[in-house]
């Protein structure tokens, strides 16, 4: 089953409520579902989308620091041009380990 595609704006407001419910439940309050059992279930659905992509985040947290930190030109650039930007450092790559081991094969 394909997880549902929630936009990130209200995978946030799900965890925003579900914060005000903890800090409700810990400061002694009762609670008790006022919402429809449909919008409940959607909630559950943005709060578990909300889990993932926070996973996924930290997962590529170093690499998207990384991308972060170049300056916004280089970002734009690579948004524009990634997939040739990435063939063109593989072939040099290539390129650099042939030449590290002596040269291509003849």
Known sequence: MTAPAIPL???IEE???????QRSLLTGAKIHELRKRAIAEHGLARLETAVRTLETLAINANEIRAFLKLPAEARLAVLKHGEAMAQMCLELASKEAIAKAGGPVR
């Open 15 to 21: 965890v925003k409520f579900a914060v005000v419910r």
């Open 9 to 11: 704006v209200q995978q």
